[in-house]
């Protein structure tokens, strides 16, 4: 091929390509996320990455919509999937009948936004989430079996975390009793950023939908009550009595009573969780780094979860850790403890055969062994395992085999002794 | 929502998608497979859905193929990926100056083909490649490893393979030696189903091709040639003195003890094996089911990765493991030992609360307990259990909170004890 037929490499922007020691970890971290959602009896899902788009859009009555990927392909309008949520409705409405309920699920895969590429805004990305989808009607204890699990993926990567909770039933009830349902929306974008605005602007921006100085005091009061649930019960009731109101303060009161027998002993009731979604109806809860407070999950309950697709109602609880975020918090601390190899062998021209037995051997218990077969000095070996930060090098030359003892040497301190094949198993495993 | 608005919920045709007992299966095959590979030092990656279309058609010069999900979206001609080997091209191609090399990488993901739904035809699969590529050259290290790696994973789950192996300039020699390289493509075509044809059928179709009776005879001879490395050597030998076909013998020798030294004892050479694709142009191999001899993958040696994106020469081998049909052929046998949950714990309305805490103790030990809390009555959970397989009970009532000793039931031989939490963990642990 001549050269002017070359085409140059590139990546789609804005879609997801890790370098392979950030992979290892973000693989890693995957696959502990995995392992509690196992262990806490969700089963995995693997839909599609396409799906029919009038299924996919259901929502927005099949409207084209600029966010996602769809095209054609003979006959079929096709679209990649936007979240894991809707083809979970999809495969729950098509399945019904031959799933357990409560059905508990998990799905970690890609999903894929149409928009413009920009700087933290991925197009191609990965959604982390585990649901549980009621038939007819769903306890409360799935509730707080969702918060149980975010709090168990944070631990089981060794993160310390908040988890803030609320009950989107309070809030409404609240906008209920003070008539104000047509404005429920408006309300609730103002109160969900009163982390990032003064309380003052908070209020006037209140007060310029309309409402009275009373209620715009009570609702910021209302979104700023935050502890322990026996901390707050009575400020709540104080508020407001609408019986929807009463029900949410119920039902967060139920929950926080399941989540102390699973052992939680450290979440915060806090009632200026809202969550972005407007089909959570009932328990929000969102996960909180707590070094830096940055977001980095959460979840809730939804009325309803394949109304498009069917006529039975489907109630359902779910969470999401929001992975990408998590990664880019976390790389750096985790990268340093992954190495794609634990050692290195160093051989010479006529030790290559007993170098890859000996590999083998160290393989098959587990030590991630690897035969510097490209390079042909035993200088340019050396060179390559330091500038690749390997730890330990075992060099096989023709004494050694002879002696059947290899020379383990480690490459930070410098020190060297031989060792046969056992004890050198040993000490690797030990690192 | 009213009924007439209700949308049929379908999946798109001919995509892979498992019940959840079915994936739970698929899901622990791939996790064992792919820590085969961490072990063997090859570095995970992991490549977007969506590739540019010069980039993925650069073999075909760009054009449109019908093969290919292709659409555009804003200015960018998009094309979901047909296979692993293109992407790791591309990503080799603009990364080389930050790569380990022999760069080892393995990818286990979705592809996508836009070809007619058919049976045992998919149009959206996994593919589970693992892949060394070279900087200029490549040691046939690198080709034991692969072939080495292969066996391993099938080690790894416990199924009986047998590996053949050959190498293309074997019959590229012969066939060069007899002057007729310009019918290279035909030749192998014939050879390549003489397991599925008579003698005489392939020997009358490659006399059709042109070639004289003892080239057709000997071509025949050469494609039955079959053994241990020792036992075939001479004969190859006698066949044939052409340069090509000589260094491909001796690249088969070479390999073949570097294959020794990685502990295989039971690989087969055999050079009826040709591998569909066109480029390979050395060392081929597959993995076939003893008990049914199917193929479950194979690989083999490239010359050139990255030919169509760079003039550097990046020699290559790979291997692949055909977890779809791996995945239908074993699926029976290891549905069977999957459990979506270890123990049912039974409560009642009263021991909820107990319930749910002995419940996440034993999730804390690795046991995969779960609370039927949605079933209303105690004969209800009963059935629910057993509706389910579920092995173990955990009985949960009032006397048994009291005495902190709760009745552990063997739903298959119905014996039932009464047990403190610490002898519950023992012997589910057991299991």
Redesign the interface.
Known sequence: ?S?N????????QG???????E??V??SLL?KI?DVF????F??????????S??LL?KSGGETDKQV?R???GE?D?C?RYDLTVPL???V???KG?????F??YQIG?V?R?ERPQKGRYR?FYQCDADII?NG???L??D?ECI?LLKKCFEAIDLDVTIKISNRKILSGFIQSINKESLSHEILTVLDKMDKIKIEDALAQLSELGLNEKDCKNLVKLSKISGKIEEITENLKILCQNELFMTGVSELIEVS??L????LNNEVYDMSIIRGHDYYTGTVFEVFDKENSIALGGGGRFDNL??????DKMPGVGMSVGITRLFDLMKDKLTKGEH??DVAIINFDET??????V???L?NQ?I????L??NKTFKSKMKEANR?NIKYCLIIGEDEVAQKEYTLKDMQSGEQNKLNLQAIVKKLKNE
Chains 1, 2 share one sequence.
């Open positions: 091929m050269d037929k070359l085409i140059t490499p590139r990546k789609v879609f997801w390509e890790l370098m392979p020691n992979q290892m973000f693989s696959n995995e196992q262990k806490n009896c089963v995995p899902l693997d839909t599609p990455i396409l799906e029919y009038d299924a259901a990927f095209f054609s392909k079929n096709l990649m409705a999809r495969f409405a098509m399945h031959e799933l357990n309920f409560p508990k699920r890609k894929f149409g191609e009621g009607e769903l306890s204890v799935a707080a149980n009573k399941y102390k027998s699973f052992g394949c109304s498009y697709f069917s006529k794609e190899i290559l055969n007993e170098a890859l037995s590999c083998s051997e393989r587990g991630k062994a690897d035969v077969y490209e690749r």
